[in-house]
Each structure stands twice: as structure tokens, then as C-alpha cells.
């Protein structure tokens, strides 16, 4: 396992962005519940998209993938420049997996980024 600056084991990270973080956070439970499930060992949490660059500074080396709300998909470009720095892969979450709440498939989505 890797460790940071304050000896402290890293945690795998997966962003989600929106506009606010407020309604990808209902994607974001069903996400936690079936990486549990799975027995996979990641943070997975959602941030308002105009926060990315920060969050990329701050936690750049733990984050594994970023994906971006439908409602935001107009950010791609702009988000991909700041992501590659970063080598972090970076997509669009499917419409009706975010509309449906299909965790499992948005989490799925987020792994193939990374295979």
C-alpha cells in the first residue's frame, strides 16, 4: 500500500462532479453500497465541478477516475485539460445510469476508466 507525506495508507478516490454535488449524492450511496459489496477499498464522493481544479492540487495522486454529471457533460473539454496534468481519465456519467441511480453500472463506468 502506498503511503502520503504523513505516513497515512492512501485512499483510492472516485470524483463525481456536478453542479452543486447535491443530487449526484444519491448515485454516490448506491456507488459506496456496491463497492462494499464488491469488497472494493474506495472514496467515493461528489463535489460541486467548479471545485475540481482544487480537488485535483489537493488529492491528484489518490484519485482514480473523475466523472462528470449529465448536467455539467458541457464541461468535458475544459475538465479533460485539467485531468490529463493529472493523467486521471475522465467521462461523462451514462444519462440513464444517473437517472435511474444505478450505482452499480456508474461504478463500473468509473473502473473501466481505470482497466
Request: proline fraction near 3%.
Amino acid at each position: 500500500m502506498m503511503m502520503n507525506g504523513n505516513k497515512e495508507p492512501l485512499m483510492k478516490r472516485i470524483v463525481l462532479c456536478c453542479s452543486a454535488g447535491m443530487s449526484t449524492s444519491l448515485v454516490v450511496t448506491k456507488m459506496e453500497k456496491t463497492a462494499v459489496e464488491r469488497g472494493l477499498d474506495l472514496k467515493i464522493y461528489a463535489i460541486p465541478e467548479q471545485n475540481l481544479r482544487d480537488e485535483l492540487e489537493q488529492h491528484g495522486s489518490d484519485i482514480q477516475a473523475v466523472l462528470l454529471g449529465p448536467q455539467v457533460r458541457f464541461k468535458l473539454a475544459e475538465n479533460k485539460k485539467l485531468t490529463d496534468e493529472h493523467q486521471i481519465p475522465i467521462a461523462v456519467i451514462d444519462s440513464v445510469a444517473y437517472g435511474t441511480l444505478n450505482g452499480a453500472k456508474v461504478l463500473d463506468q468509473a473502473l473501466s476508466l481505470v482497466i
